[in-house]
């Protein structure tokens, strides 16, 4: 049976990334897919004067097509005002996979929407609908795997989330998970062990493109939190963001300021700061890591994300550049042992490949060809 997927944010860096990909891989070819991938629609916000539009086929859509829309290259699309139109659109349609690489974060009543309300699924990178909502609609929307698919909000989509969902449903809660989930704050700390000014660092990983738009939002922990959030939810904890302790990589005074170029001037008064807590670390034989927290072996469990010392030689201190860790400890993994990965925390062609295999999942008949 043919898999048909709806794509928002298709002309994103993600989403453009994912349509190449599901052309170059053939994806669609019936003769390399049991359950080959059809593109009904797409939509995104695109042009100079944010317009939203989208496109829609009931055959499906064409490479030429789908390329055409996810690279801004044509202006066959209708505008739509909500999401609630497009979904008037597909009424018709059953069993079709929203996939949602937009980072929208009031999109979490049409994720809602498509659970409560229809028989779709969904398919998000876009962390922000499981993470900025209370436990509640995180539970409602992730209750049924075959429906909702949220693999790629965390570690790009390594197996993170989905180990947690398996854990949790063979009864073996997590008692500890730890990890590092920022490559921006993992490059941060990486260089700072190699001597690296911190407002060095800072500039540059902003010049090079690893940070948000505004570096604030890597430094300020929140992204980390929301990872953690999930994943505590993930592994059967009903956690709200209120449960977590977060300490800012900065204090949060520097935070105020909006102008860019300032902001990062203002990085230069922790230089001492970090360079002092760095050769603190090195006496002891440690290094510092932005680390994920989560500690349930006395019941409720705690949670924090901030900097901490790790020794150099542990799962977390060896970890270098930009890589993203996760450490999980539960019944099964006695004696210090414990499930660990390490991948890439972001990407676009990973983020794009685990995108498609989180959409093998929402498959109800996936048949491998003999
Ligand atoms: N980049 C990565 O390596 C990576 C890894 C894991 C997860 N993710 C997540 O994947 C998502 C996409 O990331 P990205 O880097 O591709 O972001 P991006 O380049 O900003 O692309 C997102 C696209 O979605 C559009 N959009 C926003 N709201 C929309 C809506 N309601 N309906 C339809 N389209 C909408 C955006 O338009 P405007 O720009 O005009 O708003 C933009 O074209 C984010 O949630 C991100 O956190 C990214």
Known sequence: MTQDIFILGATGNVGKTLVSQIFEHGDNNPDKHVNPTRIMGMASIFGPDMTKGYIFSPEGLSKEQSLAFSNQETSEYKVFETLDDVLNEVKALNNLVFVDVTPDKKITDFHKKIIEETNHGIVTANKNPISLSDYNTFRSLTVDPTRYGY???????????????????????????????????????????KGVKFSDIVKKAKAEGYTEPHPRDDLNGLDVARKLLILARTGGYEVEMDDM??????????????????????????????AQKVKEAD??????????????????????VGLKEVPKNSAL???????????????????????????????????????RRDLLYRLKDRKFLS
Request: charged fraction near 25%; aromatic fraction near 8%; proline fraction near 5%.
């Open 283 to 304: 006496a002891k034989g440690n290094t510092l890591r932005y680390v994920a927290y989560m500690d349930a072996t006395s019941g409720k469990p705690k949670l924090t």
């Open 317 to 355: 201190g060896s970890l270098k550049g930009t890589s993203n860790k996760i450490e999980v400890i539960s019944r099964a993994y006695p004696d210090g042992s414990s499930y660990s990965v390490e991948a890439p925390g972001a990407g676009l062609e990973v983020t794009a490949q685990n995108v």
């Open 151 to 193: 693999r790629c909000s965390v570690m790009a989509g390594a197996e993170a989330v989905s180990f947690l969902q398996d854990l949790n449903d063979v009864n073996d809660k997590p008692q500890i998970i730890q990890g590092c989930f920022s490559g921006t704050l993992g490059y941060i700390t990486s260089e700072l062990e």
């Open 245 to 274: 302790e977060i300490n800012p990589l900065m204090p949060e005074k520097y935070f105020a300021e909006d102008d860019i170029p300032k902001f990062l001037e203002s990085t230069s008064e922790m230089d001492d700061y970090f």
